[in-house]
């Protein structure tokens, strides 16, 4: 079962060096607002940068990617290219300080040809962050050997807006599954607490729809 990802905040480097009073020293550094996170193929994402200090006249940074097979870059701006892992630098010359990120790019998640014989209907309210999920956000379920199993698809019915899981199977017996969210606003992939296990019965309604939550 792959781990949630999670969001650090920090400084990525510093210098320190004589102003121009002479004597005292100032601290220069560079600070990601996010050092991990992930991106599904085709998505673009620019990572917040704050320098310090602001006093310091030249600002130019310059951005680059260890590998441009899984992310390419143009001007501040990632974009995940293949499924894969690297390293996103961002240097500020100079103040000799740099600042990374690591990127994890995922494959689309979309069920292409499906070969299962057996499926299950959710009837889902979701919630992302405490907010109703929107289109930036790419609901999934998967087996515990991280087998793709369904996409969620969002619908709106009799003026109710809800997402649609179809859940496959190979075999229709018991199984437990995990439910995960792409969040593409925050670069994001999150878990929920919740399982679903699979039956030949539908989970949830219209009239009573069933809650997932990610944080």
């Known amino acids: 079962m ?3 990802l999670v969001v650090l905040l920090g400084s990525c480097g510093e210098l320190y060096e004589a102003d121009e009073e002479g004597g005292e020293t100032i601290k220069a550094t560079v600070t990601l ?3 991990t996170l992930s991106l599904m193929v085709g998505d673009e994402y620019k990572i917040g940068v704050t320098l310090s200090p ?3 006249k030249n600002k130019a940074l310059f951005w680059e990617s260890a590998d441009t097979k899984v992310v390419s870059m143009q001007g501040d701006t990632l974009r995940a290219v293949a ?4 390293t996103v630098t961002v240097s500020w010359p ?3 300080v740099s600042g990374q990120a690591t990127v994890t ?3 689309v998640w979309q069920m292409a040809t499906v070969t299962y014989p057996y499926d299950m209907l959710v009837f889902a309210s979701v919630t992302v962050n405490g907010h109703a999920a929107d289109d930036d956000c790419v609901v999934a379920v998967f087996d515990e050997d ?7 698809q969002p ?3 009799d003026g109710i807006s809800y997402m649609l899981l179809r859940v496959y199977s190979p075999d229709g017996i018991a199984e437990t599954l995990f439910l995960r969210c792409y969040d593409r606003t925050r670069a994001l992939v999150s878990e929920a607490e919740a399982t679903l296990t699979f039956s030949a019965n539908s989970l949830g309604a219209l009239s009573d729809l069933y809650k997932i939550e990610f944080e």
């Open 105 to 107: 790019v995922l494959p």
């Open 146 to 152: 991280g087998n793709l199993r369904g996409v969620a």
């Open 155 to 157: 619908r709106t019915d």
């Open 54 to 56: 602001d006093t310091l």
């Open 83 to 86: 499924p894969g892992e690297t």
């Open 33 to 35: 607002s996010q050092t």
């Open 94 to 96: 100079s103040q000799d």
């Open 2 to 4: 792959l781990a949630s």
